[in-house]
């Protein structure tokens, strides 16, 4: 079976550049989740899909960010413009109830 | 949220039994308390979750004493590819809530 697929593995990107990240949950899991760790800090939560709605985004840093999960299969997460403090890795979970299982992590770095 | 410490780092010889221990003196009645792994480049990976006392799996032990207030995950017999950081989590069971993750304790296993 598949686990969390996210796409690309590293992004290098110019400050004001556009940036799309994209997360596959695993195959019927309809929780998905977006973190990310920005250099020396911990990882902190971003967003949380159910299906296609979300949950809950109390952790997007702000109006430059927006995720989408259109048909509650795959999730994208844009950045728009990007600054410098963008940089960092950006992991996707997903679960159906039970434990989370971590994509590997896009790489952002914005330059 | 109930606020968790622990170890910044620890360092251990190959084939020893390796213990590390969390606070989290603010647990909640419904809360749980679940270890994760990260190894470099990769996203986290569940390794145990408990309420209380004694939880084993194929993987690690979790002992929980009877107040709550800590736990301890014991890896038995640890090799270089146990090497990872190790984040303990508390918070309630379901994977339908976002994670909150610490500074995690970072393992270094030296042959």
């Known amino acids: 079976e598949a686990g969390v697929t996210q796409f690309p593995s590293h992004s290098v990107i110019e400050k004001g550049q556009t940036v799309t990240l994209r997360c596959d949950p695993i195959s019927g899991h309809d929780n998905l989740y977006w973190y990310r760790r920005v250099m020396g800090k911990e990882i902190k939560f971003l967003l949380h899909?159910?299906?296609?709605?979300?949950?809950?985004e109390s952790g997007m840093p702000n109006n430059r960010f927006l995720a989408e999960r259109t048909g509650g299969t795959y999730s994208t997460l844009k950045v728009q413009p990007a600054e410098l403090e963008d940089s960092g890795v950006y992991f996707c979970?997903?679960?159906?109830?039970?434990?989370?299982?971590f994509g590997p992590g896009t790489r952002l770095t914005v330059l | 949220l109930a606020k968790t410490t622990q170890p910044i780092s620890m360092d251990s010889y190959e084939g020893q039994e390796v213990n590390i221990t969390c606070s989290h003196n603010n647990i909640a009645t419904n809360d749980y308390i679940t270890w994760y792994q990260q190894f470099p480049s990769q996203g986290p990976r569940f390794i145990i979750q408990?309420?209380?006392t004694k939880v084993t799996n194929e993987v690690a032990s979790l002992f929980i004493p009877a107040d709550r207030k800590s736990s301890t995950l014991s890896l038995p017999r640890v090799s270089l590819s146990d090497t990872a950081v190790y984040y303990c989590l508390v918070g309630e069971q379901t994977g339908a809530n976002n994670l909150f993750f610490g500074t995690g304790t970072r393992l270094t296993v030296i042959p």
């Open positions: 899909f159910v299906k296609e709605s979300k949950q809950d």
């Open positions: 979970a997903s679960s159906q109830g039970g434990e989370q299982f």
């Open positions: 408990g309420y209380k």
